[in-house]
């Protein structure tokens, strides 16, 4: 008997006991598990993220709306970042001190064009703060997935407490799931079978995250 035979008898084993006309869509999927672990404040579920995003080796910075168009600029040229990429619907203010080129995000980029590019900076649609990850689904302040995947320097903006939520359960309620959904937990990162770290293999190598207070339309700072 193949291993292929053998697995196909196995998924014929189980199936023994289903009747031949059912569909998956007429089983209703129980999901009594629990959605929220504990009790916290809105506050205190921002200090958690915080705290797991740095576990992930995330760099973690605060900022309200006065000061972060001086902060955006202040990372990007620490950096040394010469080239930007942006989303189309980022906020105009966020990069109104920035010294960088902005590149656009456009359908015709490839990843050749991108991978010549500094840093990218976005939005976010969620953050689980039990699990520290950041999650993208390619809104208007996101951009297409690629942007986010090419440059090695991720610069990300996350609105507290708005966008943040205590588990993944509540993230998932919050997602659309037909739309392109990017998990980030820290800057990309693997390990051999030694277990010696590698970053930035199939994703940015330094992730850099903003907890935004206030996020709502900001000044436009003087240079």
Known sequence: MSSRDEVLGRVRRA?????????PERVPVRRDYRRVHGS????????????????????VHRSDTEGLAVLIRTLLARRGARTVAVPQGLEPWWMAAADAALVEDRAATTARELDTVDSVVTGCAVAVAETGTLVL???PDQG???ITLVPDHHLCVVRVPDQVVGSVPEA???????????????????????LDRVEGVHGPRTLE???????????????
């Open 144 to 146: 297409r997935r690629r």
């Open 15 to 23: 199936l023994a006991d289903v009747p031949g006309g059912e569909r």
């Open 209 to 223: 995250v903003i907890l935004l207070t206030g996020g709502g339309a900001g000044p436009l700072p003087s240079r």
């Open 137 to 139: 689904d390619a809104g």
């Open 40 to 59: 916290r404040t809105a506050e205190e579920t921002v200090e958690l993220l915080a705290e797991n995003l740095a576990d992930y080796r995330a760099v």
């Open 172 to 194: 998932l309620a919050r997602l659309d799931p037909r739309r392109p959904l990017t998990w980030i937990s820290g800057p990309s990162a693997t390990s051999d079978i030694e």
